[in-house]
């Protein structure tokens, strides 16, 4: 069996979960962990991805020690959302020390092209081009459940008028305050609009979703356009991230659509509640707690539900584990691949290690 050297970049929310796929897998080998506090710096990889093992790897904020370590691949993991211009610096740093790279977030990076300014992007593919190294950014939503699934269905269609992703998720259980404050908006007033919100961003973060899946039908898209609306809370909400005052935002409900003249040919939906009975004219789940949906309209027709759950945690949870072995089950794929950056659409079908 083929070992690879793996530096891990990044133990939060989906970090910790990539951590501990990479310790299991017996595929990879840990050779350094990235960390951005001093609070974790030292601490044994196994401790910091919950594991009750030692695996003897410390991690440290040393960037440099670990690309001196010459890994194979970079498992980054890293927060993204709130610190863009520092993680493009960040990948820009790894490609060109000659590291191929999967990742979690950017989750432009996912499909960039007309999506990402080219001042932004091109400096990315030059770090590729210089280092002969390649970067696949992916995840579970963007990602798996809006490229390869509906791309696999629309394989068994005659015909595809257009194709609906969608998640539809109570995210009263999400643990990120940064997340669910600052970016999206919960908890704050419907007359101020959140980072999320404000015009261009979910076209930038969800774009490469339905460029990428006309691109896999090989449509070109005239047009990205977005659309969104909130709900308040009816009451006040206590949530795993903190607390939701009555009036203010409860649930949002955007759609970033790719355009062939006036069709909607591809469309990236999100439902997301803080309450399952909140707004129950909105899409509601497969499941409780969430669910994703694709829905084909051609010839034929489909509809598929993907639930998520976990022996471990709820649907949340899931689906960061989810997120986190998306990435890190590529590892091998992306370190065979060609420079540059990789996508769905040109990598080889990705599995884990087995049992």
Partial sequence: MVTYRVVH??????GKHALAGIIADPRLELVGVRVSTSEKEGRDAGELAGLDIRTGVAA??????????????????????NRLMEALADLRMILSAGVDIV?????????????LPEDLLRPVEEAAEAGGASLF?????????????PLSLAGTCRRVDQIRCMEIVDYATYDNAAVMFDIMGFGKPLDETPMLLQPGV???AWGSVVRQLAAGLGVELDA???TH??????????????????????GVRFEVRGMVGDEVVTVLEHVTRLRADLAPEWPQPAQEGGSYRVEITGEPHYTMDLCLSS???DHNHAGLVATAMRVVNAVPAVVAAAPGIRTTLDLPLITGPGR
Avoid: H
């Fill in 229 to 250: 609306e909130r709900i308040p809370a009816p009451a006040d909400l206590e949530i795993a991230a903190g607390t939701v005052a009555a009036g203010t935002t409860a």
């Fill in 137 to 149: 950014v992916n995840g579970i939503d963007p990602g798996f459940a809006n490229d390869l699934l």
């Fill in 202 to 204: 979910l076209s930038l």
């Fill in 103 to 115: 990742a979690s977030a950017p989750v432009f990076l996912q499909y960039p092209w007309q999506v």
């Fill in 311 to 313: 022996d471990n945690g």
């Fill in 60 to 81: 440290t904020t040393d960037s440099a020690a670990l690309l001196a370590e010459k890994p194979d691949c970079v498992v980054y993991t890293a927060m993204t959302d």
């Fill in 9 to 14: 970049w990044g133990t939060g929310n989906v």
């Fill in 224 to 226: 990205v356009t977005e």
